[in-house]
């Protein structure tokens, strides 16, 4: 897994790769920026834990006092320290909740950075095959899962280890013939957990992908409900997540027994010790076979119920570490994923013409038994639009996909102002392109901050209401009650997809792009919103290379060339007028209906 940098890292390549280890090695790895302060905050806690593994000898002290009548000074100094103990706990608690939740809070930062921005990194074919509930719930609640596991075992599990590690050095001081029966508490404890862990973290990977399944379903359910309520589906689609809710709580209950049934064995046979333990220091006392006092007696029982809770307490973390455990490895399968867009090293772009050339090109999808684009061969002039044409599956939207460097040729090249693309840092190449999709994607924000999305600099707004102009959006935006104040809307859900594409057009025209693809831009679109959109297409288009896949004939029709495809080949390029005449394929698809 990446090494997960603070945000302090400031956008650092991640820079430890995560090769399939233990994930408590990669957590060390997590953890690694904060070991001098983590260091601290266990120092710290191990002062401000010291009360529990003390008072059981301070208290042996006093009844020893009392007992055998010692000087009453012995227990004013006794008192003493227990108030000295008292008094640093307050001040080591907050220092200690400062401590170590800033590491953790740090780490879980910047493993939920790192794991967006290796989302960015991976190619959209991974984006593909794997679900968006899916990679939310390993950014929210695997996040969460190590969170928690950390500060369970950091709270709980550090007083287990000191309290134990305490109370066996005090014994081994004051009561070093009792300190192998206190010794046994430890294997024995681990030799449950070993014995456990193997079914604890096979149950947590399965409930935890029964968990992924449900956030896919639900993602799933709300992108669709308009869909659903239209087709009169509820019942369906509460279905599907109903039967994902069932394995859910199936693999949670069998979770659960198994947690239940390690507990138990554990409560049983340390406390069987512990019963054990108390017996034999009483005889001990009783018949006087050591130098045993009655303090020594009342602070051994008092010590093994501690260890016993202690040891307990160790174990019930069992199921919490494993699943913090678990999602480390659920962290790492999106970490390690080899499927990468590399622009490491790759030849900046500096500026773009926009002369574009496909020289046999050509592309497999994963398991497809045919190519979807096969031999192309298209040269596209600076300023030039040419249309792509032709029946569903013929491969239009794969060629806009190779364009933009979504998914690379399996054949071929593809050059850029006659530069390999496969040699360019796609990143500096795409501040040149622009795309306008058949639906628009806007966020829950401002027509502002849509618009300008990632250009801080954009400029003010008599450089964005020219946009919004060119776009024929100011129209519809000033009438808006905050006007480019205005929040849209979670996917622009309070405007019109005409307004939506409109402000899509304005956002590409803002960028001032020198390669411009329109897939399938007015489709969707009534009468009306069409012809304010080709109006504005219209304008954006202008003096750039265009490539435009789209099925109605007034989107097509004044492009400098028209590319039918059919299989994945290139079959008629020509005008319109001349394909027209020429009565082949582009006749037969109909344009303006099913072109």
Same mark, same amino acid.
């Given at each position: 897994?990446?090494?997960?940098?603070?945000?302090?890292?400031?956008?650092?390549?991640?820079?430890?790769?995560?090769?399939?280890?233990?994930?408590?090695?990669?957590?060390?790895?997590?953890?690694?920026?904060?070991?001098?302060?983590?260091?601290?905050?266990?120092?710290?806690?191990?002062?401000?834990?010291?009360?529990?593994?003390?008072?059981?000898?301070?208290?042996?002290?006093?009844?020893?006092?009392?007992?055998?009548?010692?000087?009453?000074?012995?227990?004013?100094?006794?008192?003493?320290?227990?108030?000295?103990?008292?008094?640093? *706990?307050?001040?080591?608690?907050?220092?200690?909740?400062?401590?170590?939740?800033?590491?953790?809070?740090?780490?879980?930062?910047?493993?939920?950075?790192?794991?967006?921005?290796?989302?960015?990194?991976?190619?959209?074919?991974?984006?593909?095959?794997?679900?968006?509930?899916?990679?939310?719930?390993?950014?929210?609640?695997?996040?969460?899962?190590?969170?928690?596991?950390?500060?369970?075992?950091?709270?709980?599990?550090?007083?287990?280890?000191?309290?134990?590690?305490?109370?066996?050095?005090?014994?081994?001081?004051?009561?070093?013939?009792?300190?192998?029966?206190?010794?046994?508490?430890?294997?024995?404890?681990?030799?449950?957990?070993?014995?456990?862990?193997?079914?604890?973290?096979?149950?947590?990977?399965?409930?935890?992908?029964?968990?992924?399944?449900?956030?896919?379903?639900?993602?799933?359910?709300?992108?669709?409900?308009?869909?659903?309520?239209?087709?009169?589906?509820?019942?369906?689609?509460?279905?599907?997540?109903?039967?994902?809710?069932?394995?859910?709580?199936?693999?949670?209950?069998?979770?659960?027994?198994? *947690?239940?049934?390690?507990?138990?064995?554990?409560?049983?046979?340390?406390?069987?010790?512990?019963?054990?333990?108390?017996?034999?220091?009483?005889?001990?006392?009783?018949?006087?076979?050591?130098?045993?006092?009655?303090?020594?007696?009342?602070?051994?029982?008092?010590?093994?119920?501690?260890?016993?809770?202690?040891?307990?307490?160790?174990?019930?973390?069992?199921?919490?570490?494993?699943?913090?455990?678990?999602?480390?490895?659920?962290?790492?399968?999106?970490?390690?994923?080899?499927?990468?867009?590399?622009?490491?090293?790759?030849?900046?772009?500096?500026?773009?013409?926009?002369?574009?050339?496909?020289?046999?090109?050509?592309?497999?999808?994963?398991?497809?038994?045919?190519?979807?684009?096969?031999?192309?061969?298209?040269?596209?002039?600076?300023?030039?639009?040419?249309?792509?044409?032709?029946?569903?599956?013929?491969?239009?939207?794969?060629?806009? *996909?190779?364009?933009?460097?979504?998914?690379?040729?399996?054949?071929?090249?593809?050059?850029?102002?006659?530069?390999?693309?496969?040699?360019?840092?796609?990143?500096?190449?795409?501040?040149?392109?622009?795309?306008?999709?058949?639906?628009?994607?806007?966020?829950?924000?401002?027509?502002?901050? *849509?618009?300008?999305?990632?250009?801080?600099?954009?400029?003010?707004?008599?450089?964005?209401?020219?946009?919004?102009?060119?776009?024929?959006?100011?129209?519809?935006?000033?009438?808006?009650?905050?006007?480019?104040?205005?929040?849209?809307?979670?996917?622009?859900?309070?405007?019109?997809?005409?307004?939506?594409?409109?402000?899509?057009?304005?956002?590409?025209?803002?960028?001032?792009?020198?390669?411009?693809?329109?897939?399938?831009?007015?489709?969707?679109?009534?009468?009306?919103?069409?012809?304010?959109?080709?109006?504005?297409?219209?304008?954006?288009?202008?003096?750039?290379?265009?490539?435009?896949?789209?099925?109605?004939?007034?989107?097509?029709?004044?492009?400098?060339?028209?590319?039918?495809?059919?299989?994945?080949?290139?079959?008629?390029?020509?005008?319109?007028?001349?394909?027209?005449?020429?009565?082949?394929?582009?006749?037969?698809?109909?344009?303006?209906?099913?072109?």
């Amino acid at each position: 897994m990446e090494k997960a940098l603070s945000p302090s890292a400031q956008g650092n390549p991640l820079d430890h790769r995560y090769q399939g280890e233990h994930p408590v090695r990669t957590l060390a790895y997590l953890l690694r920026p904060d070991r001098r302060r983590l260091a601290a905050a266990v120092a710290v806690f191990a002062v401000r834990h010291s009360p529990l593994w003390l008072l059981p000898l301070i208290t042996a002290n006093i009844i020893d006092i009392v007992v055998e009548h010692r000087p009453i000074e012995q227990l004013w100094y006794n008192a003493a320290v227990l108030l000295c103990m008292f008094a640093v *706990n307050y001040p080591s608690a907050v220092a200690y909740a400062r401590l170590m939740s800033t590491s953790i809070r740090r780490m879980s930062t910047g493993l939920r950075s790192a794991l967006c921005r290796r989302m960015q990194q991976l190619s959209i074919g991974y984006h593909s095959k794997v679900s968006a509930g899916v990679l939310q719930a390993k950014v929210v609640r695997d996040v969460d899962a190590i969170e928690e596991s950390l500060k369970q075992t950091s709270e709980i599990g550090l007083g287990a280890v000191t309290t134990m590690l305490g109370g066996l050095i005090v014994i081994g001081i004051r009561a070093p013939a009792f300190l192998p029966i206190f010794l046994v508490v430890v294997p024995a404890a681990a030799l449950l957990i070993r014995a456990m862990r193997g079914r604890v973290r096979s149950r947590n990977e399965v409930f935890r992908r029964e968990v992924e399944l449900l956030s896919s379903r639900v993602t799933e359910m709300t992108s669709l409900i308009h869909i659903t309520r239209a087709h009169g589906l509820e019942h369906t689609a509460i279905g599907r997540v109903d039967g994902a809710l069932d394995r859910v709580r199936t693999a949670g209950f069998r979770l659960d027994l198994l *947690n239940g049934r390690v507990s138990s064995l554990a409560w049983n046979v340390l406390n069987s010790l512990g019963v054990a333990c108390l017996i034999a220091a009483a005889l001990v006392a009783y018949y006087g076979w050591f130098a045993v006092s009655a303090g020594d007696v009342v602070m051994l029982s008092t010590f093994f119920t501690t260890l016993t809770a202690s040891t307990t307490a160790l174990m019930n973390l069992t199921p919490v570490i494993a699943r913090g455990l678990e999602s480390v490895r659920s962290i790492g399968e999106v970490l390690q994923a080899p499927d990468l867009e590399s622009n490491d090293g790759k030849r900046e772009v500096g500026a773009v013409t926009g002369a574009i050339d496909f020289r046999g090109v050509g592309f497999a999808y994963e398991g497809a038994d045919e190519p979807s684009v096969d031999g192309l061969d298209l040269a596209v002039r600076p300023g030039e639009t040419v249309a792509l044409v032709g029946p569903s599956g013929a491969g239009k939207s794969t060629v806009l *996909n190779l364009l933009i460097g979504f998914i690379r040729p399996t054949t071929g090249r593809i050059l850029v102002d006659g530069v390999d693309a496969a040699e360019l840092d796609l990143r500096s190449y795409r501040r040149f392109l622009s795309v306008v999709p058949q639906e628009s994607i806007l966020f829950a924000g401002t027509v502002r901050e *849509n618009v300008t999305y990632g250009l801080p600099d954009a400029g003010d707004d008599d450089a964005l209401r020219a946009a919004l102009e060119a776009a024929n959006a100011w129209e519809f935006v000033a009438r808006l009650p905050h006007g480019l104040d205005t929040v849209v809307g979670q996917r622009g859900a309070m405007l019109s997809g005409g307004q939506r594409q409109r402000l899509a057009i304005a956002r590409a025209l803002i960028r001032d792009p020198r390669v411009l693809i329109l897939d399938e831009a007015t489709s969707a679109l009534d009468g009306r919103s069409e012809a304010l959109v080709q109006e504005a297409l219209g304008r954006l288009m202008h003096g750039r290379t265009v490539l435009v896949v789209a099925h109605r004939l007034s989107t097509i029709r004044n492009a400098d060339r028209i590319v039918v495809m059919d299989g994945g080949r290139v079959r008629e390029t020509g005008t319109h007028d001349e394909l027209v005449a020429r009565g082949g394929l582009y006749s037969a698809l109909q344009p303006g209906r099913s072109a």
